[in-house]
């Protein structure tokens, strides 16, 4: 997985309160796009696939998730554990 700002300065960076994981958002259209974390093992990413184009067809159904309870320790290690290894910097 790589981020590539095409035009410099066209990702905005931003933290949630438990500031595990630099989320991406276009400064242009406002969209998520994925985000990143760095971890003891490495640093890892996800990118919102409905961002894509053409959306890939394939993909499985949406899932409902709550994470809201996890202490800042266990959103690490689950990000770790289920996003993808991040090539180069973000």
């Keep these: 997985l790589a981020?590539?700002?095409?035009v410099r300065g066209a990702l905005h960076r931003y933290r949630f309160g438990q500031m595990?994981?630099?989320f991406l958002?276009?400064?242009?259209c406002g969209v998520y796009l994925?985000?990143?974390i760095d971890t003891p093992h490495g640093r890892y990413g996800v990118i919102n696939i409905n961002t894509l184009q053409p959306v890939p067809s394939d993909l499985?159904?949406?899932?409902?998730?709550?994470y809201e309870g996890e202490t800042a320790e266990q959103r690490v290690a689950r990000?770790?554990?289920r996003w993808t290894p991040v090539v180069g910097n973000v």
């Design 34 to 36: 994925g985000a990143a």
């Design 3 to 6: 981020f590539k700002e095409h």
């Design 79 to 81: 990000r770790a554990q």
């Design 20 to 22: 595990t994981a630099d």
């Design 25 to 28: 958002i276009c400064r242009k």
């Design 60 to 66: 499985p159904a949406a899932v409902a998730a709550d």
